[in-house]
């Protein structure tokens, strides 16, 4: 794959908690010079970045970030008010706790429930691997097809891991046909993008490949 591809695998992401409207239009303005397939962004951005970059890119943003124990109530006022702020895709954090409860039937409801919100409009569902055993992570390939969401996704880049090679190509052998993969968290260099896309991811959370590319537009190359 040329490397020019890759970039319409990215959300391109900024999520640090000192995020201020300028690094986020910055983001923006890089995502549309590169094609990205999205910006990934805080919620309280997504209206201002929405009406910034008008149709030229999708705004993503996250739901119960990043930890996933807030209340079902609270996740689907959030993405209520993330797609009535103009966001077009949804990642969520699960709740963990429960799934290593044995509580599957909440969880699923709850992924199920964000769905119906989201319609037509992409949700990814954050599951946290590196917090997660083998076992647990299959079930949610499980949970996550289940429930009907367009997306499992790896790791929501704050914990103690981000996305392994090993966990994209679980989750490949284990989700549902029409459920798609998304790696995120640590994704540094192009190859290691590209090995991700060959194991069977079809999104990449990363900030690190659009910086990679204008490093190396300074650099003359």
Known sequence: METKELFKYVDHTLLTQQATWADIKQVCDDAIAFGTASVCIPPCYVRQAKEYVASKIKICTVIGFPNGYNTTAVKVFETQDALANGAD?????????????????????????????????????????????????????????????????????????????EDVALFAAHVGKEVQIKAAGGISSFDDAKKFIELGASRLGTSRIVKLAKAEQAEGY
Do not use: H
């Open 89 to 165: 895709e949804i990642d969520m954090v699960i709740n963990i706790g429960y799934l290593k409860a044995g509580l599957y039937d909440l969880v699923t409801e709850e992924i199920a429930t964000l769905k119906q919100l989201c319609g037509t409009k992409l949700l990814k569902v954050i599951i946290e691997t590196c917090l997660l055993t083998e076992e647990e992570k299959i079930k949610m390939c499980e949970l996550v097809t289940k429930a009907g969401a367009d997306f499992i996704k790896t790791s929501t880049g704050f914990s103690t891991a981000g996305a392994t090679f």
